[in-house]
Structures are given as structure tokens and as C-alpha cells.
Nanobody
Framework: VQLVESGGGSVQAGGSLRLPCAAS????????VGWFREAPGKERDMIST????????YYADSVKGRFTISSDIGKNMVYLQMNSLKPDDTGVYYC?????????????????WGQGIQVTVSS
């Protein structure tokens, strides 16, 4: 069972990045998949989630209108499209999954985590 994030890197403010999350050893079907961000010296924040059981998504206020979460169950992939990036979006982004939880459930409910990937937005 493994989650692997990719697509991170450095970008200037206003730019875009797309973060894929790939699962192996299990299917995302009926799982809720979330993206979390950990900035230096701060707690891990829930950025966006997608619940395949309930067919709903969640976005933190800080990213609404800029980030879009999507999935391709056939490829067992979840994507986070990040547009209009700001320096405050800088951090390590983690993909996580949990079976059957709602899109609002917090990070403590997730039991499968990727290793994280760095995103740096410069001004």
C-alpha cells in the first residue's frame, strides 16, 4: 500500500502547478483522498479533499477558486491543480487516503499517507 506524490517544485507567484497522487496496492474507489500542506513551523492543514463514496469535495477557504481537486479512478490517480499560486502556498504537500470518510473529516482520520513533496512559491 503506497501513495506517491509528484509534480512539486518552485514557481513564481501567479504561476500554476499540478500535483498528481498515485496509489498502489489499493483502489481509490470508495476512499476519500485529501491534500494537506505543512508550512515551516506550522501545523499540517487540510487543503482539499475528494470523497468518492459521497461524491463531494472540500476546499479550504484559502484555496477556493484557485485550486481544483479531481480524480481518475481508472488510473487510480488524484490530482490537485493549483493556479494563481501565492507565497503563502509554500510548504510540503501530502496526499492521504482513508476509506469511506466524508470530505470534511480532518487529518486524524487518514491512515495512508504519502511522503510529501515540496512546493515553493516565490514573490
Amino acid at each position: 500500500v503506497q501513495l506517491v506524490e509528484s509534480g512539486g517544485g518552485s514557481v513564481q507567484a501567479g504561476g500554476s502547478l499540478r500535483l498528481p497522487c498515485a496509489a498502489s496496492g489499493f483502489s481509490f474507489e470508495r476512499f476519500t483522498v485529501g491534500w494537506f500542506r505543512e508550512a515551516p513551523g506550522k501545523e499540517r492543514d487540510m487543503i482539499s479533499t475528494i470523497s468518492h463514496s459521497y461524491g463531494r469535495t472540500y476546499y479550504a477557504d484559502s484555496v477556493k477558486g484557485r485550486f481544483t481537486i479531481s480524480s481518475d479512478i481508472g488510473k487510480n490517480m488524484v490530482y490537485l491543480q493549483m493556479n494563481s499560486l501565492k507565497p503563502d502556498d509554500t510548504g510540503v504537500y501530502y496526499c492521504a487516503a482513508a476509506f469511506g470518510i466524508t470530505e470534511q473529516a480532518g487529518p486524524g482520520w487518514y491512515d495512508r499517507w504519502g511522503q510529501g513533496i515540496q512546493v515553493t512559491v516565490s514573490s
